[in-house]
């Protein structure tokens, strides 16, 4: 980065956050002083709830909600969970929340609308605050937006290892194909463009009723969801998506009743730390903070 010795590197930015290291970075009021220490690891709330998801499917809106809530207080510090979105957000940014619609396990309408009352809350214009997936090149929103909130689903995937929050870019480029090379290794490569680079704010992985197998391109079986009734939220999409990730890998092993690694492995997750400086990669440095339901979390 040419400014690195005037400006915070996207690491940084990322790393526990809360909102001191996010808010000077966006030029917001700092809540404190931090440590050192406290940017040593990247912080991920994981946060569930038995009754998020119905009999059916069906999602449980204001427990998704709360769910949300709770995750972005424990982010950032502070008590009312509209003021935590102020400390990442400003009035004149123009927000494009970028969801994932794919028909057979897609980020719930009722987390979308959570999402964009709460940016709306923060005083953004509702004008200036869409909600994409497929269009999201073509959306005037996200076109001129300063701010992105990425979320989506967790799910295993045939040529990916796991569709991940990194993934959820790849709509941003006009011939995702390309990307598709080495499982995948260099989605880190999307958030790099002008149209992605520093914009992104928060991340939500919904981890809900994730798919653990996949047996091909653009398969699901109903046998390889399950009730898990969680949120993960950072603002390291790295780290989100490794603790995803560890979840999804030991419901397989569970599942199988053996160490059933994935196929391909998901190393674009690695490789958006190791290659691209996305954020943290390794267990090791991430502080996971766990919220709410805790019976099988897997982790």
Not at 41 to 50: D, G, M, N, P, T
């Amino acid at each position: 980065m040419s400014e690195e010795n005037t400006l915070l590197t996207r690491r940084d930015f990322i790393k526990t956050t809360g909102a001191v290291t996010l808010g000077v970075a966006l030029g917001l009021p700092a809540l404190g002083q931090e440590s050192s220490d406290s940017l040593i690891k990247s912080k991920v709330i994981l946060v569930r709830h038995a009754d998020a998801v119905g009999a059916e499917g069906k999602i449980n809106g204001p427990i998704i909600a709360q769910m949300l809530d709770e995750a972005v207080v424990a982010l950032f510090g502070r008590n009312d969970p509209v003021e935590c979105w102020k400390t990442i957000i400003r009035p004149d940014d123009v927000v494009g929340i970028k969801t994932n619609t794919w028909k057979y396990l897609r980020t719930p309408p009722e987390l979308e609308q959570a999402l964009k009352k709460r940016i709306i809350e923060a005083g953004v214009a509702e004008q200036n605050v869409d909600i994409d997936d497929r269009g999201v090149m073509d959306n005037p929103v996200f076109k001129r937006s300063t701010a992105l909130i990425n979320t989506r689903p967790m799910r295993t995937h045939a040529w990916a290892g796991v569709g991940s929050l990194i993934k959820n870019y790849i709509m941003f480029v006009p011939y995702p194909q390309n990307y598709h090379s080495n499982a995948c290794a260099y989605l880190g490569a999307v958030w790099t463009l002008p149209t992605t680079k520093d914009k992104t704010r928060l991340n939500v992985l919904v981890m809900l009723t994730p798919q653990f197998h996949t047996a091909g391109p653009h398969h699901f079986d109903y046998e390889y969801v399950w009730n898990y009734g969680g949120l993960v939220v950072s603002t390291d999409p790295v780290a989100a998506d490794t603790i995803g990730l560890s979840i999804l890998q030991a419901r397989r092993s569970q599942f199988f009743g053996e160490d059933n690694p994935l196929k391909p492995s998901a190393h674009h997750i690695a490789f958006a730390d190791n290659k691209y400086n996305l954020g943290v990669s390794d267990l090791n440095k991430i502080e996971l903070i766990r919220l709410g339901w805790q019976e099988n979390s897997l982790i």
